[in-house]
């Protein structure tokens, strides 16, 4: 069973500071997925990772794909308040007939 | 707009009465999951579909079934609900495989006494 270790598990910051997620695992994944959830809602894509090294950034959002494609990190820069959320990173298997989710990073910025 | 809904958002039901939750997609995705999600847990999948009556079991199936007669609609059953089948869940979209992006429908919060 394909699992992914996700850290840390809560998150608590004041605005302006620096924040990153990991996202760990054993397995190799074809490509990897982060979304963040808001409550009350389903989750929504925030960017997707597929070559080993790869980086990607969304703004103050800078994502990044392990050369082994084992593993990623969510990294936000000079956080704000909106990005208050939780933060859910998953993985697809080789097959593609499953996204394998971590258990989730809740973040909290105050002002 | 595009979108992923389910009906009911909200249920609270008895032991082993049957329920359905349905997800309905207007995009044309050939895939579509159904997943709960608990807290310190995480999004566990139950089940999913390729297509059109293609589905297959995923982490945590026992309890529930679902059907995939049409494109666009994925209902999930519980014929006899028992009170740790209480979740949130979400059925998600998407394109094809789980490579692409999922669209997530808005959740249904599901509690059995």
């Known amino acids: 069973t394909q699992l992914l270790e996700q850290s840390p598990q809560f998150l608590s910051i004041q605005e302006g500071e620096n924040l990153t997620v990991y996202c760990n695992s054993s397995s190799v994944f074809s490509s990897l997925q982060w979304y963040r959830q808001e409550p009350g809602e389903g989750p929504v894509l925030l960017v997707t990772?597929?070559?080993?090294?790869e980086v990607k950034k969304l703004k103050r959002l800078t994502f990044q794909f392990g050369d082994a494609r084992k593993d990623s990190s969510l990294h936000i820069t000079a956080a704000q308040t909106g990005d208050t959320g939780l933060y859910l990173c998953a993985g697809a298997n080789q097959a593609g007939t499953a996204l394998i989710f971590g258990k989730g990073t809740t973040l909290s910025v105050s002002s | 707009e595009a979108q992923v809904t389910q009906n009911p958002r909200y249920l609270i039901t008895v032991t082993g009465k049957k329920l359905t939750v349905t997800c309905s997609q207007n995009m044309n995705h050939e895939y579509m999951s159904w997943y709960r999600q608990d807290p310190g847990l995480g999004l566990r999948q139950i089940y999913y579909?390729?297509?059109?009556?293609?589905?297959d079991k995923g982490d945590v199936p026992e309890g529930y079934k679902v059907s995939r007669k049409e494109k666009r609609n994925f209902p999930l059953i519980l014929e006899s609900p028992s009170p740790n089948q209480t979740s949130l869940y979400f059925c998600a979209s998407s394109l094809a495989e789980t490579s692409y992006e999922q669209y997530f429908g808005p959740g249904t919060r599901l509690t059995v006494t």
């Open positions: 990772v597929v070559t080993g090294g």
């Open positions: 579909s390729m297509n059109v009556e293609v589905t």
